[in-house]
């Protein structure tokens, strides 16, 4: 299982990117899936999560400014960012809680190998 985010670049302040994230590979499922965002110097924190029935939580941080959605079809994720900040400033990581097999039952944490968000002031 494989996870490939796209969608990162340069930006400046007040401006919108679009994040991607979408998995490959041989899985039954993919549960929960997020957004986490490390800036230098910072631990990696949680941005945006949801369920596979479309529960979304956000970070205080990104709430009113950021939109998480997911293609199930597709088994992709996407994190919709308007007026950044130079704060928003980060490698960005998605992830994905994948059921491989239900028989016998095989799930585990799967994250992608991130993308780089700048927002110049």
């Known amino acids: 299982v494989q996870l490939q985010a796209s969608g990162g670049g340069l930006v400046q302040a007040g401006g919108s990117l679009r994040l991607s994230c979408a998995a490959s590979g041989s899985f039954f499922r993919i549960n929960d899936m997020g957004w986490y965002r490390q800036a230098p110097g910072k631990q990696r924190e949680v941005v945006a999560t949801?369920?596979?029935?479309?529960?979304?939580t956000y970070a205080d941080s990104v709430k009113g400014r950021f939109t998480i959605s997911r293609d199930n079809a597709e088994n992709t994720v996407f994190l919709q960012m308007n007026s950044l900040k130079p704060e928003d400033t980060a490698v960005y990581y998605c992830?994905?809680?994948?059921?491989?097999?239900?028989?016998?039952?095989?799930?585990?944490?799967?994250w992608g190998k991130g993308t780089l968000v700048t927002v110049s002031s």
């Open positions: 949801i369920t596979y029935g479309g529960r979304t």
């Open positions: 992830y994905g809680r994948v059921v491989v097999t239900i028989a016998p039952y095989q799930a585990g944490d799967y």
